[in-house]
């Protein structure tokens, strides 16, 4: 891994992991599947046709920057940018007024924008490739910073350098493995009770029952008498059904778009919504925040309360 380039970075959580890639196993000499592969190997391509296009200016510029050499003070830094003062430019230089070369074109600022645009693509190549993998793996893993004072001119990203970074995140286990630690980690966070709660998740029969999950919109039902996903609960309600596709289906694609006909403007707390997986079949919502989730027996809910690790939350006075 390139040091020149990397900050020590910090892993968190996020969602997703395609079906085919499922059996992959972190091992050096097979870190990523072709299609992966593929990706990178475009992205490269295409991120070094522009550092080329950019080098092409950069090269123009630089030359003509050199012609000012022992007139004035130049001051090359290290990552290719050329600073002089106004001072020197414009007064020193042609302190004479004899002619008006102060107001002729001076390739610095180009030069320095060219920089810029460099540290931009860059950077920009290094999100795309960290963000292909946190949405193809399941993972959150922050994208290392560049030394945009430091980095040199010449400086050529190889897409591997980045892929190491995923690789260290998952610590040797599979990407699968790795998907249902952080996805379990996501949905019992969204479904813990809070500290002083006298309730928690329940199972009943052929039933889940999760007490206090959504928070309603008070000023909207105040106003209009509908139930309205508050702030941030519509992503709290599409973690929660990332859980409980994981859980009923063994998928890790699950998201608030299973629960068939679910208005979050307007959620009907009547019904039962149906859901989109096999062995999850409903979903019903409750005044008091609390969800319900219907399975096709008792022995689905179960095995899908035991694999979600909600059996292991305890209350506070249970500790």
Known sequence: ???????????????????????VQVRNEEKITEQDRIY?????DELYKTLDQIAWWYNIFKREAEKYEGKIKLKHEPNGKITTSSYDLHYRYNNDEKDYTHHEFTPFKNINELVDSRHNAIRN??????????????????APKIDEKTLPIDFRPVYNTYVDVVIEHLGGKSFRDTAEDELIKRFLNTVRPSCWSK?????????????????????HYQYY???????ESDRKVSQFCEGIAFGADDVLCGS??????LDTRNVDISRWYDLTTTNALNIKFYANGRIDVKFKDSATAESCFIRLRLN????????
Not at 1 to 19: K, W
Not at 40 to 44: G, H, K, P
Not at 208 to 215: E, G, K
Not at 312 to 319: A, H, P
């Open 1 to 23: 891994m390139s040091q020149a380039v990397l900050n020590n970075s910090q892993a968190t959580g996020h969602t997703d992991l395609l079906s085919g890639i499922l059996k």
């Open 40 to 44: 990178c190997e475009n992205q490269q």
């Open 125 to 142: 190549f290094i999100n795309r490739i960290i963000g292909y993998f946190n949405n193809t793996y399941s993972v959150s893993v922050e």
């Open 199 to 219: 309730v928690k998740p329940e199972l009943k029969k052929d039933r889940i029952i999760f007490p206090d999950i959504v928070t309603w919109d008070s000023i």
């Open 225 to 231: 008498k509908e139930y309205d996903f508050e702030y």
């Open 256 to 261: 608030i778009e299973m629960i068939i006909g």
């Open 312 to 319: 292991e939350i305890k209350l506070r006075d249970e500790n």
